[in-house]
Each structure stands twice: as C-alpha cells, then as structure tokens.
C-alpha cells in the first residue's frame, strides 16, 4: 500500500512516499526555522503564508524523489490536529484537493499518532507497549494497547518537555528551537545546581515542568541581579539533567507497573542524546526493550504521518468525508 503524506502542523512543510507503513520512498521536509528564529519562536501567521509556498513544490518533489505518480498512491495522509489552525489548514485543504481530483481515500491522521509511527518505521514493534510522547505540544506516558487504541497513563500539568527546553534556552539567550541549543550547551557544563522537582501529588505519573522553568529563571535572575558569575554551562546540564529525570522516572514507573517489557521514546524531544542515554540504562537494569526514531523521524515529518494512516488502515478506521476539518487540539 503506497501512501503519500503531508504534515504542515508547525513550522515544517513535508510529504512523503510511505509503502506499507514501513518503507520510505521519499522524506521531503521544507523546514522554516531560519525564517521564525530571528522571532525566537515560530509566528502562526508567517507559518501560514509559508507553508502556502512550499506545499505544492514539497508533494511534488515527495512524489518524483520516490519516483513514482500521484495515481500510483493507494491513499492520502494528512495530519489534521493538533497544531496551529493556520499551519494546519493548509496541509488538510491541499490534501483534499488531491483526494478529491484523483479519487483517492484520504486519511486525517493525529499528529500524536504520526509520532508514535515513526518507531514502526524503524523497528520491528508491536503493542502493547509502553511509549513517553515528547514534543513541543505534548508530554504524555502511553500505554499503547493497539494501534488505534491508547491509555494516557501520565501527562504534563503545564508545560509540554520541549516548550520547557525552549523556554529555558529563551532565558539563557539561546536561538530557536531550544532544544538542540540546550544540549549542546549541557554536553560542555556539568549538573552542579539542584533545581527542586515539583511532585505532582495525586497522580504521581504526571508531570510539571513550569516549576522547573521558573526555578532556572530564578536562578539566572539572581546571577545576574548580584553580579555573581554564572556557568550557563551549568545551567543548561542542571535542567537538563533535571528534566530528564522526571521523564525516565516516570515512564519506568508506568513499565514497572504494567509489566510491559518495551518501552519506545517519541516526538521531537527524543532526539535528546541525554534522555536516550538515561533511558537506556534503566532499561538495561529492568530488561526492557527500548526504541526511539532515527534522528530525522524524531522531529516533525511526514513519513510519520504515512505510516500513521496504513496501521489506520490495516486496523480498519475509515477514510475521512470531504468535509474534513483541522483542529488545534485533539484529545490524546
Ligand atoms: O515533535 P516536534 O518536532 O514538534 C512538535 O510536535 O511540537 O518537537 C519539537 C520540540 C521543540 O520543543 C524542540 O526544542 C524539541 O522538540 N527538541 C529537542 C531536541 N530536538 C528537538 N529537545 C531536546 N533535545 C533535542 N535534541
Ligand atoms: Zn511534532
């Protein structure tokens, strides 16, 4: 089954030629991030405009790099929610203009979704697992039961893990998307400051990292204020560190506690060397499997959103009504 996948959620404007939920034939992905760095985080509208002017250049390059036509696809994929409105609508309206010009099913598929199937595109796993979805949007312990059908164990009170790894990078002066600048700047310094973990009281597979960026700014503030010296070195291992072991501590806790014996990491945060690093030795103690996506499937693409649609598929769900519409959240 040939699938062509388009995502324009965020700030990348990608499609991509998927066969079987496993091969990718093609992986396009027009990145902006130069053009919203200079704003120190992506702009909804400037996101829009660009992903307008991308969008038809981005598929057809997709389908001629995996050399094959738009009439050699058995379905279309588009990621529908969640996202910017904006961002979104451009992928879900150009996705069904094709749909609808060359009769093909299309499939609205979650962004969430998308991110968990970047794992089946590079290893042999099959639920149940457990899976820690990090990104910019989301951070959430799954239990994933079946390929349509996942238990929120554990999620974010506030902030999402890469809005609090940007957000940090914000306050130590680092560019846009703050992730990779903060782990870079970790590898050089040492975890030398106790930032307090906030604990989330009743439901202890839960997270809370506001409390985390507040305390970094705290502390930089101070630094500053008095004029004493300051390792931002330091600073980004210690939250770093700090962060990761909130998300390694809870996602062995949910593997403790249901028994399940693989463990995938997910999203743009699970490109983190750091959290991959941890992860792995808990799973080595525990003898737990663990998987996370290549680099270039960690971040937002659209071989991701292709294979999505095909486990959609082989699990039965139908393709969506002309009338399909993006959404800015949908429920996990
Ligand atoms: O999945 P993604 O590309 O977009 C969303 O769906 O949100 O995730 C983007 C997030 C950003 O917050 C970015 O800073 C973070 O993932 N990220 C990282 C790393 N690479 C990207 N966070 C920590 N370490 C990284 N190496
Ligand atoms: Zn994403």
């Known amino acids: 089954m040939l699938i062509l996948g388009i995502e324009s959620s965020c700030d990348e404007t990608a499609a991509a030629v998927v066969k079987d939920g496993k091969t990718v034939l093609s992986d396009v992905i027009a990145s902006q991030i130069d053009i919203h760095r200079r704003f120190g985080g992506v702009v909804p509208e400037i996101a829009s405009r660009n992903h307008t002017l991308q969008i038809a250049g981005v598929v057809n390059e997709a389908l001629t790099r995996a050399n094959l036509k738009l009439a050699d696809m058995d379905a279309i994929a588009v990621t529908c929610g969640a996202g910017l409105l904006g961002a979104l609508l451009v ?29 089946y595109l590079a290893h042999d796993i099959t639920p149940p697992y457990i899976c ?79 409390g985390l960026k507040t305390a970094v700014m705290n502390y930089v503030e101070n630094a500053r204020a008095r004029n004493t010296s300051m390792n931002p070195a330091d600073v980004a291992a210690s939250f770093q560190k700090t962060a990761v072991d909130m998300l390694v501590e809870n996602t062995f806790k949910a ?78």
């Open 132 to 210: 820690l979805l990090v990104s910019g949007g989301h951070s959430a312990i799954l239990k994933i039961d079946d390929y349509e059908n996942f238990k929120l164990l554990g999620t974010t009170r506030d902030d999402a893990a890469g809005e609090a790894f940007d957000k940090t990078a914000r306050i130590l002066g680092l560019p846009y998307p703050g992730g990779p600048e903060i782990e870079r700047l970790a590898a050089t310094g040492k975890p030398t400051i106790t930032f307090s973990r906030p604990s989330v009281k009743d439901k202890d597979l839960d997270f809370s990292f506001s």
């Open 91 to 119: 992928g879900v309206s150009y996705a069904k203009a094709l749909a609808y010009g060359a009769k093909k099913p299309l499939y609205a598929v979650s962004h969430i979704k998308g991110h968990i199937a970047a794992n």
């Open 255 to 332: 593997v403790r506690r249901t028994g399940l014996k693989t463990v995938a990491i997910a999203g743009g945060v699970s490109a983190n060397a750091y959290l991959r690093a941890e992860a792995e030795k808990v799973a080595y103690e525990i003898g737990a499997r663990l998987v996370y996506p290549p680099l270039r499937l960690c971040t937002d693409n659209a071989a991701m959103i292709a294979a999505a649609a095909y486990y959609m598929s082989i699990s039965g769900v139908a393709p969506a009504a002309l009338d399909l519409d993006a959404s800015a959240s949908i429920p996990l």
